[in-house]
T-cell receptor
């Protein structure tokens, strides 16, 4: 079974609209971290936001927020007021054993969502 | 503050050759990990080093190896290259096992 599922291969959104990118995950580890990365065409993976499994509040970083629904194993990324520069691939990732001294297995990534912002 | 630096950025090899990729982490970061990205398999974890010790390795054959030096710089090596090794190889560094990963721009390997 896939550990990270991103069901939207591609999305077209009008500039200035809010965007929600879906991510569901699967783990039996009670301690984990969830991450979102942006990958422009240049190839570099840019860290956007993370949420720890024990965090009570949803993470926010500027225009990015993470809608964390633990019972549903969902960690959707919300981008408010989208901009043309937001066009890129977006990856959801998980690291199990996060914050517990473990986490040595690396990040497991989803297949990504290609977001295109239209003027 | 300088980011993660990977060299070379692009390279072309032929089947059977070997390749070495280099990664300089962000200053102060002691953990370095490597990922392979291909259109078919997506992003896959290769291995992670912390203080010169390999902590874990992903599901890749023994042709893929790596090491970390005392200054935290890391290299990965792929021997006996196959066509399927063509990929973007991404290096990431972090403070430790509880820090977010910061990625370099990658080394794009083409095997002919």
């Amino acid at each position: 079974a896939q550990k990270i599922t991103q069901t939207q291969p591609g999305m077209f959104v009008q500039e200035k609209e809010a965007v929600t990118l879906d991510c569901t995950y699967d783990t039996s580890d009670p301690s984990y971290g969830l991450f979102w990365y942006k990958q422009p065409s240049s190839g570099e993976m840019i860290f956007l936001i993370y949420q720890g499994s024990y965090d009570q509040q949803n993470a926010t970083e500027g225009r990015y927020s993470l809608n964390f629904q633990k019972a549903r194993k969902s960690a959707n990324l919300v981008i408010s007021a989208s901009q043309l520069g937001d066009s890129a691939m977006y990856f959801c990732a998980m690291r199990e054993g996060w914050g517990s001294g473990g986490g040595a297995d690396g990040l497991t990534f989803g297949k990504g969502t290609h977001l295109i912002i239209q003027p | 503050k300088a980011g993660v630096t990977q060299t070379p950025r692009y390279l072309i090899k032929t089947r059977g050759q070997q390749v070495t990729l280099s990664c300089s982490p962000i200053s102060g970061h002691r953990s370095v990990s490597w990922y392979q990205q291909t259109p078919g398999q997506g992003l896959q974890f290769l291995f992670e080093y912390f203080s010169e010790t390999q902590r874990n390795k992903g599901n890749f054959p023994g042709r893929f190896s790596g090491r970390q030096f005392s200054n935290s710089r890391s290299e990965m090596n792929v021997s006996t290259l196959e066509l399927g090794d063509s990929a973007l190889y991404l290096c990431a560094s972090s403070l430790g096992n509880t820090g977010e990963l910061f990625f370099g721009e990658g080394s794009r390997l083409t095997v002919l």
